[in-house]
């Protein structure tokens, strides 16, 4: 398994062979560098780390830094792990969206939009506690009864309240790429993809 590291630029459609209009989001990966290469001999399992987008001196640790150094580049913002059956390419080598071609099949892992605290007419899709009539007063977003009677006298765990939503890392499974473009390390996949515009995606292939 291999990928890239991009960042989601935003949603846009197309027209394919059809004449459907198909939605699709665009993702700008620019040219990563192989910055480790993990051996069976040295970490127990083959795997490549591949890191994008520079950081300037000022805003990078020694540690960073030097680990960087060691391929050859400056160090960079994000790192991803790659596990592969045998190891390919070299220290600072660089990989650019030419890895994929227009029908292939990807996962993307992206964090999802975070919306803050919410109630369980959002979070859950409650209906609220039944008509507005009735003496029903103030009750339309709320959760209704949570607890049981005397026994077991508590609320069981898992039980769908309000909290926290969204911010979440999530993975989008077979998801398809419509068009490459290389001289602007573009691709345009099908279909959403989580997260807000500028945010950094994982594409696995």
């Known amino acids: 398994m291999v990928g890239l590291i991009g960042k989601k630029i935003g949603m846009t459609s197309i027209i394919d062979a059809n004449g459907a209009k198909v939605g699709c989001t665009v993702v700008q990966a620019e040219p990563n560098v192989i910055s480790q290469i993990k051996t069976t001999e040295k970490e127990g399992y083959n795997a490549l780390q591949i890191s994008a987008i520079e950081l300037k001196d000022k805003h990078s640790t020694a540690a960073a830094t030097g680990h960087f150094k060691k ?4 160090a960079m913002k994000v790192s991803h792990e790659f596990r592969v059956d045998q190891t390919v390419g070299n220290l600072g080598d660089r990989v650019d969206v030419t890895i994929f071609a227009e029908g292939d099949f990807v996962d993307i892992i992206g964090t999802s939009k975070g919306k803050g605290f919410q109630g369980v007419v ?3 899709n409650f209906n609220g ?4 009539t009735h003496g029903q007063h103030d009750r339309q977003r709320a959760p209704g009864s ?9 609320v069981f765990k898992g039980l769908r309240m309000a909290g926290r939503m969204g911010g979440k890392r999530i993975k989008n ?5 419509l068009k490459v473009i290389p001289e ?4 345009v996949i099908k279909g959403s993809i989580s997260g807000h515009n500028g945010s950094i995606v994982v594409i696995e292939k």
Request: glycine share 10%.
């Open 173 to 177: 499974l077979n998801a398809q790429i």
């Open 122 to 124: 959002k979070r859950h």
């Open 129 to 132: 506690v039944g008509p507005a």
């Open 184 to 187: 602007q390390n573009l691709l």
């Open 146 to 154: 949570v607890g049981s009677s005397s026994y077991p006298s508590k």
């Open 71 to 74: 391929a050859g580049t400056k």
